[in-house]
């Protein structure tokens, strides 16, 4: 497993639709699953999609477990989804690609999810609450939407410049590498 970094905007690879798996579930596919799932829990965060690794394939992994309870890792391959409800609600997002922004985002309350599971089997549930928040989420990653878009311009111009602005902080601030301080 390894930890792999996640993209932040403005990167054009976000804007990427990602392509469906083919082939099914393979050894090589659970290893993106892994590196994912250990990139997601270091960060942290509750979702990832692979394009937020760089890679343009529709894979997303999960995990909802609040703080303190047992982790609850779950992977979809494929996935597609379908709202059930018109009720839409608010929800305070936030994302790993555009880090310490959060805004409110109206989404379906309730959708059907269907995906290939970690193990090749098809599976449907339907989602609700904040499963229903965070897949219709991660569903916009694979189609090169962030939650920003769903913003005014004014909003999006702003996160992506606070997102610009603090990357330009980090580099400066970033110690010489070691060769500096080899006798
Ligand atoms: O960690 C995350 N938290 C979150 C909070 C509210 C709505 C969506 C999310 S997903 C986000 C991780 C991420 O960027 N996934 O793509
Ligand atoms: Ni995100």
Same mark, same amino acid.
């Given at each position: 497993?390894?930890?792999?970094?996640?993209?932040?905007?403005?990167?054009?690879?976000?804007?990427?639709?990602?392509? %469906? !798996? #083919?082939?099914?579930?393979?050894? #090589?596919?659970?290893?993106?699953?892994?590196?994912?799932? #250990?990139?997601? *829990?270091?960060?942290?965060?509750?979702?990832?999609?692979?394009?937020?690794?760089?890679?343009?394939?529709?894979?997303? !992994?999960?995990?909802?477990?609040?703080?303190? #309870?047992? %982790?609850?890792?779950?992977? @979809?391959?494929? %996935?597609?989804?379908?709202?059930?409800?018109?009720?839409? $609600?608010?929800?305070?997002?936030? /994302?790993?690609?555009?880090?310490?922004? @959060?805004?409110? !985002?109206?989404? %379906?309350?309730?959708?059907?999810?269907? *995906?290939?599971?970690?193990?090749?089997?098809?599976?449907?549930?339907?989602?609700?609450?904040? @499963? $229903?928040? /965070?897949?219709?989420?991660?569903?916009?990653?694979?189609?090169?939407?962030?939650?920003?878009?769903?913003?005014?311009?004014?909003?999006?111009?702003?996160?992506?410049?606070?997102?610009?602005? &603090?990357?330009?902080?980090? &580099?400066?601030?970033?110690?010489?590498?070691? &060769? &500096?301080?080899?006798?």
């Amino acid at each position: 497993m390894a930890i792999r970094e996640i993209l932040t905007v403005p990167d054009p690879r976000l804007k990427e639709v990602s392509k %469906p !798996v #083919e082939g099914g579930v393979t050894d #090589e596919l659970r290893q993106l699953m892994d590196d994912m799932l #250990e990139t997601m *829990y270091d960060a942290p965060g509750i979702g990832l999609a692979a394009i937020q690794i760089g890679e343009p394939l529709r894979v997303i !992994v999960m995990d909802l477990a609040g703080e303190g #309870e047992e %982790p609850n890792p779950r992977y @979809f391959v494929n %996935p597609e989804i379908l709202p059930l409800t018109e009720d839409m $609600a608010p929800y305070e997002e936030g /994302c790993l690609s555009v880090p310490d922004v @959060f805004d409110e !985002v109206d989404r %379906p309350t309730r959708c059907r999810v269907k *995906y290939l599971d970690y193990d090749g089997n098809e599976r449907e549930e339907i989602a609700e609450g904040m @499963f $229903a928040v /965070c897949i219709q989420h991660e569903m916009d990653h694979l189609e090169g939407i962030l939650f920003i878009d769903h913003l005014s311009r004014l909003k999006r111009q702003r996160a992506v410049d606070k997102v610009k602005k &603090a990357l330009r902080f980090k &580099a400066k601030s970033k110690p010489r590498p070691a &060769a &500096a301080t080899v006798a």
